[in-house]
């Protein structure tokens, strides 16, 4: 065996691949980030707003604000079956609610409690 028979061909060993995606995308056809659907912690915050606008509908029947932990079950129920399918939504709807008992739970504590006063 000689030496030129083990050397390795230097013409391949600094070949590019071709990229996958070569072609021109400038109609916007196939643009993959027009393909994507929101990610998973957009959908959530979009839950969370959600319930918030759902909220303000609250403004309508100002009494309600009182009872917000059980008012909010009116809309709330029908969301989360609307919305079923898309999970990042019905944990966004979720963590709203959450926070709107909890928040209601520590006013109605203050309140009871003598700290807080109308």
């Known amino acids: 065996m000689s030496d030129d028979d083990n050397k390795v061909p230097q013409d391949n060993l600094h070949q590019e ?4 995606n070569t072609f021109d995308n400038s109609d916007g056809f196939n ?9 998973h912690a957009k959908q959530v ?5 959600l319930l918030t606008l759902l909220h303000l509908l609250l403004f309508a029947v100002p ?9 909010q079950l009116v809309y709330l129920i ?5 919305f079923r399918k898309n999970k990042g939504l019905v944990q966004g709807l979720l963590i709203g609610a959450g926070i709107t008992f909890l928040l209601n739970a520590a006013c109605f504590g203050l309140l009871l409690g003598g700290n807080l006063r109308l």
């Open 17 to 20: 691949e071709p990229a996958l």
């Open 31 to 39: 643009s993959p980030s027009q393909n994507k659907p929101p990610s």
């Open 45 to 49: 915050w979009l839950g969370i707003g």
């Open 63 to 71: 009494v309600a604000f009182f009872f917000i932990s059980v008012a």
């Open 78 to 82: 029908p969301a989360l079956i609307l």
